[in-house]
């Protein structure tokens, strides 16, 4: 499939154009942001790992009956995927406090939630992503009553999918984030499962591998990513 024009570059990610309008593709960037953008960096190989994580994790959730955008790894930076209509809620799975969540409720990080958490934010950079409830969402006409309800279904089945896998990689899912889409009228899964959208603790150690150590300048940034890869990777070797 050819690559054609740039399409939107975000934070993380560029999207291009194909020559099927069905599909564009994917190219996974270095570039760090945290706090809405107020700090910026470089995480090397970053764009490369988080393709590589996001694809196997998606192709994982597909066997399991999820619907997801993607279609094919293309190299070790751009991916194939469905041309979806992003739907502009965000949604955060929290089983553990903390981050945002920590403050808010005055929770000690790391506190185990007596169950699982969704959240909704608005997807606006301007307005810093703020959290809406669901009459938010209807009164906006970002999604309708019944895509809600097939968003949060996905979303705990995907937490407990996963949940259950990284398990075995002694890698605890704290929280992470979640987008969605419409691809030919269906909701499915879209954008990217990584180190950047999750919270990874090590089950036996507590240290995160995650975005946390470049949100608090934690060091070994680069060797936590790489780490989350190579468990994936050994896992899938078996």
């Keep these: 499939m050819k690559k054609l024009e740039l399409l939107y570059e975000g934070k993380a990610k560029k999207v291009y154009a194909t020559d099927d309008p069905g599909y564009v593709i994917l190219e996974y960037k270095d570039d760090a942001t945290a706090f809405n953008g107020l700090k910026r960096g470089t995480i090397v190989g970053k764009g ?11 192709q994982l959730l597909e066997r399991h009956g999820i619907p997801t955008h993607y279609v094919q790894e293309l190299s070790d930076r751009e991916t194939l995927v469905k041309r979806v209509e992003i739907i502009p809620v965000e949604v955060i799975v929290r089983n553990r406090a903390a981050g945002s969540l920590s403050k808010r409720l005055g929770l000690p990080e790391g506190t185990r939630l007596k169950s699982v958490v969704l959240e ?4 606006n950079d301007e307005l810093g992503d703020p959290m809406v409830n669901e009459h938010h969402i209807y009164a906006m006409e970002l999604a309708t009553e019944e895509e809600m309800s097939r968003i949060a279904d996905m979303s705990f089945k995907v937490n407990q999918i996963l949940l259950n896998y990284l398990r075995d990689l002694n890698i605890e899912l704290i929280d992470f984030k979640l987008e969605f889409g419409r691809f030919n009228g269906q909701v499915i ?25 470049f949100r608090r300048d934690l060091g070994d940034v680069e060797e936590a990513y790489q ?7 050994d896992r899938s070797a078996e």
């Design 48 to 58: 490369v790992v988080n393709n590589k994580i996001s694809n196997h994790l998606f």
């Design 120 to 123: 909704y934010c608005y997807k």
């Design 189 to 213: 899964l879209a954008d990217e499962i990584s180190p950047d959208t999750c919270r990874f603790w090590d089950t036996r150690t507590g240290e995160k591998l995650d975005k946390d150590r």
């Design 227 to 233: 780490e989350i890869l190579h468990r994936l990777m």
